[in-house]
Nanobody, 124 residues
Framework: QVQLAESGGGLVHPGDSLRLSCEASIRTISGYAMGWFRQAPGKGREFVATINWSGSTTYYAASVEGRLTISRDNARNTVYLQMTDLKPDDTAVYYC?????????????????WGQGTQVTVSS
């Protein structure tokens, strides 16, 4: 059983930055793609970003392209989401997840293990 622990969320102003972290309980996640998803109040869970097993390939939702950057450190069993120029529409609970594949995927059905989420609130 893989456990994922997200951290780094908080309350920020529009235009601010945040860095989310997601640490996995076991090392074997280094062989799998990872992803970040988010769920805003009253909305369904949506894809944000994904990274392949080695970190060489990334893919983003159009709404965050150019503002958010996903990265990973397999030696630390950790994936990151650097968030810049945050907007009120970015307000959501952010979840990290481990895929069942080595390649990037935007489909939540391709992800097997999920964290509990971390709240990001962007408000003036």
């Amino acid at each position: 059983q893989v456990q994922l622990a997200e951290s780094g969320g908080g309350l920020v102003h529009p235009g601010d930055s945040l860095r989310l972290s997601c640490e996995a309980s076991i090392r074997t996640i280094s062989g799998y793609a990872m992803g970040w998803f988010r769920q805003a109040p009253g909305k369904g869970r949506e894809f944000v970003a994904t990274i392949n097993w080695s970190g060489s390939t990334t893919y983003y939702a159009a709404s965050v392209e150019g503002r958010l950057t996903i990265s990973r450190d397999n030696a630390r069993n950790t994936v990151y989401l650097q968030m810049t120029d945050l907007k009120p529409d970015d307000t959501a609970v952010y979840y990290c997840a481990v895929a069942t594949t080595t390649y990037t995927s935007s489909l939540s059905s391709d992800y097997r293990y999920w964290g509990q989420g971390t709240q990001v609130t962007v408000s003036s």
